[in-house]
C-alpha cells in the first residue's frame, strides 16, 4: 500500500511538471522562468532546492555519527550561502539581467573567464545531483520492500525526473518545487509528532544528545583543527555561491526586492528544517537502539527510513516518504537544469553561428538529457556518502569561481587578467595540494586554493596589464546597461 501511495504521488508530480511546461515559449522561460515568479514561489524554489536528499538522510547520519562539529558545512554553510547571496549579490546580479552565472563573467571578464568558470561550475553540479540520484534509488529500495532494486530506483527516478524538467524547464521546477515545500513541511512536522510521542518528548532527545556531547560545535583549538573546521564551512558557504541554481533563483523573481527577500527567507527556512531529521534521527537511536546500531555499522543513511518503515503508522510512512521524495525531486530537477543552461548558454551556444532562440531551446533540452545520463552514471559508481558527494562537489567552484564573482561585483580594479591568475592558481594549488600532498595537509586543499585564488587575483590585477581590459565594464554592470544588452540579444533572437 505504501508503495502504491509513492508511486501514484511520483505520476501526479510527474504530470504537473509536464503541465507547467506549457508556460515555456522560450529560452528564457525554461532557463529563469520569464523573471515573473512572486515571492511565495522564489522563497519555496530557494528551499526546496536545497533541502535535498543530503538534509533528510546525508546530514542527520553525519550528525549522528560527528555532532554538530561534522554538519558545519551543512547546514550551517549551505544557510550561510543562501543569507548572503540575498544580503551582497541578489541586487547586484538581479539588476545585470543576465541569463546566467557565465554570462556575468563574460561580461566583467572576456570570454575566456566564461568557459573556465561555467567548465566548473557544470563539474560541480555532478555530485549534487548524484546525491539525489542516489537516494532516490535508496528510497525506491526502501518503500518496496526491496522489490525495486537500488540501481532500477535509480534510473526510474532519474528519467522520471528528466521527463518533466526536459519540457518545462525552471517554470517546471519552480511550481512543482511550491507544492513539494508544502509536502515537505506538513510531512516532517508530522512525523516529528509521531516521532516525539514515540520517544518520551523533544526535552527527552535534546537532553539525552547533550549528554552524549553531540552538540559540541567548535573545533579542537589547534591549527590544524581550526583550518579543517574552517574548509569544511568555507566550502558550502563560498563554494556554493557561484551557481546557477542560486543565480537562477534570483533571476526568476518578478523584482529586484523579491529577489533579494526571498533568498534570505529560504535561506532561513532551510537552516530551521534541516534540524528535523536530525532530531528524527538522534530519536530513532533511543526508540530502538538495537536497529540503530545495526545501520550505524552497515549505513547510517538508513536509520531514519528504518525507523519509520518500523514504528510509525501507515499515514505517517506515507507523509514521511512523499516529504523526502519531494526534497530529492526538487533538488534533483533543479540540479539538472541549471548546469545545463549553463553549459548550453555559455559553451555551445559561441560555439555555434546564428542559433535562433528555437534552436537554443532544443539544445538546453537536449544537454539536460545528457547530462542526466552521465550523473546518472557517475552516481551508479560512485562510493561516496551522499553528504560527501554534497559537500565535495563545491571545492573545484570554491578555488576557481568564487573569488572572481566577489571581486567582479565589489572591486572596480579587477581585472581580466586577474581573474584568470586567480582561477589558474586556485585550481593548481588544490590539485596539487590533493595529489601530492599528505593524505590529511595541514591547510585543507581547497583551503590552499581559496586563498592562492585571492593572491592571484590582487597580482594579477595589481601589475602591467598584459591582457587588454574595458574598466568601464564594472560601472555599466552593475548599473544594468549589459544587461540590458543581453536581454536584447536573446530577444532578438526569437
Known sequence: MLLGFVIAYWVVSVGIGLYAAMRVKNTADFAIAGRHLPFYMVTCTVFATWFGAEAVLGI???????????IVADPFGTAACLILVGILFASPLYRMKLLTIGDFYKRRFGRETEVITSLAIVVSYLGWVAAQITALGLVFNVVSGGEISTLAGMWIGSVTILIYT?????????????????????????????????????????????????FSFWPDMNFASILAFVAAFVTMAFGSMPQQDIFQRVQSAKTEKIAVWATIVGGAIYFLFAFIPMFLAYAATLIDPEMAAKWMEE??????????????????????????????????????????????ENILRPMMKRMSDKQLLSAMRAVTAVFTLMVTIYAIYSESSIFEMVEEAYQITLVVAFVPLVCGVYWKGATKQGALLSMTMGFIVWIGVMVLGPEEPLIPAQFAGLIAAAIGMIVGSFAPQILKHDHTVHERLKKGEMGDEMITAHENAK
Open 60 to 70: 542527520p547520519a553525519t550528525f549522528l555519527e560527528e555532532g554538530l562539529s561534522g
Open 166 to 214: 526536459f519540457f518545462g524547464g525552471m517554470w517546471a521546477v519552480a511550481i512543482t518545487d511550491l507544492i513539494q515545500m508544502v509536502i515537505i513541511v506538513i510531512g516532517m512536522l508530522y512525523i516529528g509528532g509521531e516521532v516525539t510521542e514515540l520517544v518520551g518528548g523533544v526535552d527527552v532527545v535534546i537532553n539525552h544528545a547533550s549528554e552524549a556531547g553531540k
Open 299 to 344: 549505513d547510517s543513511q538508513m536509520i531514519l527510513p528504518s525507523l519509520v518503515l518500523s514504528h510509525a503508522p501507515l499515514v505517517a510512512q506515507i507523509l514521511f516518504f512523499g516529504a523526502l521524495l519531494s526534497a530529492i525531486k526538487s533538488c534533483a530537477s533543479a540540479t539538472l537544469l541549471a548546469p545545463s543552461v549553463t553549459f548550453t
